[in-house]
């Protein structure tokens, strides 16, 4: 009798490159899980945050006075002098912080958006943390990256790009949603980069209470990491004003080292557009972050910035848009209120809500391809845990971003397949 060549043991698979994990971005995924629209419904597509209303005439009055020679100008890397004090005029107001704490030219470098600065920021952070473990003589350590999950998948790129070790942190109903700390090693904390925290949170909805962020800054101030704060959905809050991580560093003493805040106009004045974010804390990083900038980072257009300037200094459109919101919000809960696990967002226009099952790809495929409502399935905005498991998994995430009769007229849809 033959015997049969004995096989070799198969190699494991190889796992993915950096790069290759770039690829797989999370707005290209979608269409692979929703599959095709089989509904002849006109489609309403509650997938991307892209406010549907925002200060238009406030931004078109302000274009439309701004002097044309500057857009023949390089525009400098932190911007003018007038938008760095619009913005900082603007923090002092929301935060109440004395006046002497936040110094307009250290402490507050605004970027063209948000994604470009938080990208840019991650970068600079990583970058800082391996000079100072080279300079403590502990080179052969990796920077360790912490971030929330589910999460923006700018952190997840710019992570990525930096080479650093990235651990995440499950934001579930256990934590109140607020990022898991616990699942940091304690010996692995001085090689600590940055920690991210999403308040209020995206795509949740929830808010982080100062005893989550006040821990967080005294242990990046014991282990000399950056905890910057992702506070972009903060002016559109219902009943409770979202407290911020500056708020938190006035009640410690008033200092920001180690401490990052970020924010912008596309949320608070529905301007994405326009480009005009910031972030704002501790100078010494700014400086680092300036330099990262001065290379490769986008600038904000001259005549953009005139335009911004005038946003920042404005409340009264963002007041009428918390009322706008608190109304789609208030229809999202008298059609969808009675289901189990539904909690209406405490700040912003994300719905996170989970799906009887747990398995929200197939509700979310569901809910396109039979009612052509296109929303997110909470995977998709999810890593995987260590054992496999995604946070977001069981969860189906909607923007509220449509005036109240077309949320009205998509959630309507989605009752029955909902439960």
């Known amino acids: 009798m033959t015997q ?90 929301r ?3 004395p006046a002497d704490m936040l110094d307009t030219h250290a402490h507050v470098h605004p970027v063209f958006g948000t994604k470009e600065g938080l990208f840019s920021a991650i970068l600079a952070a990583v970058l800082r943390k391996e000079d100072r473990l080279e300079k403590a003589g502990k080179g052969h350590l990796r920077p360790l990256i912490v971030l929330p999950n589910p999460l923006y998948h700018v952190y997840v790129g710019a992570a990525l790009t930096s080479g650093a070790e990235i651990c995440y942190a499950p934001c579930t109903p256990a934590t109140d949603f607020a990022p ?64 911020g991580a500056f708020e938190v560093c006035r009640d410690l003493g008033g200092g920001l080292e180690n ?33 990262l900038r001065a290379y490769g980072g986008a600038q904000t257009p001259v005549g953009l910035q005139e335009a911004a300037i005038a946003l920042w200094q404005d409340e009264a459109h963002v007041a009428a848009f918390r009322r706008r919101y608190a109304a789609i919000n208030q229809v999202a809960s008298d059609v969808l209120g009675d289901l189990p696990g539904f909690r209406a967002p405490e700040a912003g ?5 989970p799906v009887s099952g747990g398995d929200g790809d197939a509700v979310a495929r569901r809910l396109w391809q039979e009612q052509a409502v296109r929303t997110l399935p909470g995977s998709i905005l999810s890593r995987p845990m260590p054992d496999g498991s995604k946070p977001g998994q069981g969860f189906v995430r909607f923007a509220l971003v449509y005036p109240e009769d077309v949320t009205r007229e998509a959630l309507l849809r989605c009752r029955d397949i909902l439960g």
């Open 259 to 291: 401490v990052w805040v970020v924010n912008s106009l596309s949320k608070r004045s529905g301007l994405p557009g326009l480009r005009s974010g910031f972030v704002a804390g501790d100078a010494d990083r700014l400086e680092d972050l300036y330099y």
């Open 180 to 243: 898991d700390l616990a699942v940091v090693a304690e010996e692995d904390w001085d090689r600590v980069a940055l920690v991210i925290a999403t308040n209020p949170g995206n795509p949740t909805g929830t808010l982080l209470p100062a005893a989550f962020l006040r821990a967080a800054i005294e242990r990046a101030r014991r282990h000399d990491f950056t905890f910057l704060s992702d506070e972009c959905y903060s002016e559109l809050y219902c009943d409770t004003k979202p407290v």
């Open 95 to 97: 935060y109440e912080l």
């Open 4 to 93: 049969s060549p004995s096989r070799s043991p198969q190699a494991p698979s190889p796992s993915p490159s950096r790069l290759e994990q770039l690829h797989d971005y999370t707005y290209r995924k979608v269409a692979g899980v929703l599959g095709e629209c089989q509904s002849t419904q006109a489609p309403i597509n509650l997938s991307v945050g892209e406010p549907k209303f925002g200060a238009y005439d406030t931004v078109g009055e302000a274009l439309a006075a701004t002097d044309p020679a500057g857009w023949g100008k390089y525009p400098p890397v932190n911007a003018g002098p007038d938008l760095r004090e619009a913005v900082a005029g603007w923090i002092r107001r």
């Open 349 to 353: 226009f994300v719905l996170w809500l």
